[in-house]
């Protein structure tokens, strides 16, 4: 039986926070990924997606082995011999535009707060890639095939963005997996690059269950948009609820519905319709309903403070208020944290605390993420 141990949500090519390579995608390369396992167990499968490719994704060949330390060229090395990834048992195999496979199971005891680096090879021309633009960890191409090798030389290209790959699972057997749901606060915006200080990454830690990061940056409730995915209450399905031995979600988004119409005129934030205190509601009991329908434990978040920050106005102010009393008092989640109340500034309940504030007066800082995995990790 196995559990999801590590996610990231897809995301369609873009331009992005940073310069990536989604738009350009692949061909005749190799590209190696390092993710964070938040489950143990002996065997390794991963999940790779092409929800937003047009035609066809070839994935000439896999392998899964452990990351050496490094920074640079030496990120990209290897500390064990890699394994070789199968796919129905071929060593190659064909995603269909918009269509995402689960590879087979391969023999690699890992433990959970290990990482695993997963390495693709890929011949053909890939078109534009599905990707997920905010890892704040390094990932590394270089030209041909390298997926045995383990120096780290070949790789010579790097970004911060992972790409076609949405999920890793391990044989654990758990069932009590926590799925975290939002944006950019949940996909890790002002933590440490490189260092896994995610509120997901600390909670994992704090609790010992799996924990499932589900943000992605700029991500909206009601709508759907260019860089910042799809909205809320239509990628629930894809991005948690398809994920194996979930038992939790932790819902904590909403912010940018409120905010993105105080911004400047960016032109990822326009059309930037002002949204109701009812929309957003009815949003969440969307969220709710749908978790629920599979059997989950729903906890709602209240929106952290952000005063000061360029999402801050007169009427995102109201918004805020009047969503974050709904949250505590409604009753409609099973369990309700105020993240809000925990992270906000003394004598200033409408700003983050400076010691939780990464500067922009809107993310956390490596701290702050510990204060937010300490809350939620209480109620689980």
Known sequence: MFTTAWTASPQSPSIGFTPNWSQEGFWRQSLRQVVRLSAGGDRVRIRLSNAYGTSPLRIAGATLARPAAGVGAAGAALRSEPVRLAFGGAASVEIPARGEIVGDAAELAVAAGESVTVTLHLDAVTGPATFHAQAFTT??????????????????????????????????????????????????????????????????????????????????????????????????ERDVLGMAGVDTLVVLLGLNDIGFSEGAAEPTYRPAPLVEVRELIAGHRELIRQARGRGLRVVGATLLPFGGSDHWGERAAKVSHEFNEWVRRSGEYDVVVDLHGALGGAGEVDALCPAYDFGDHLHPNDLGYEVMADVVGSVL
């Open 139 to 236: 990932s590394y191409r270089g030209a041909g095939d390298l997926l045995a090798e383990t120096g780290g030389a070949g790789f010579d290209e790097a970004t911060e963005s992972w790409y076609f790959l949405s999920g890793v699972d391990v044989s654990a057997g758990r069932t009590d997996g926590v799925a975290l749901f939002g944006d950019s606060i949940t996909d890790g915006f002002g933590s440490t690059p490189g260092a896994n200080r995610r509120w997901s990454d600390a909670l994992a830690a704090r609790t010992g269950r799996p924990v499932l990061n589900a943000g992605i940056g700029g991500n909206l409730l009601l709508n759907d948009s260019a860089w910042y995915g799809e909205k809320g209450v239509h990628r629930l």
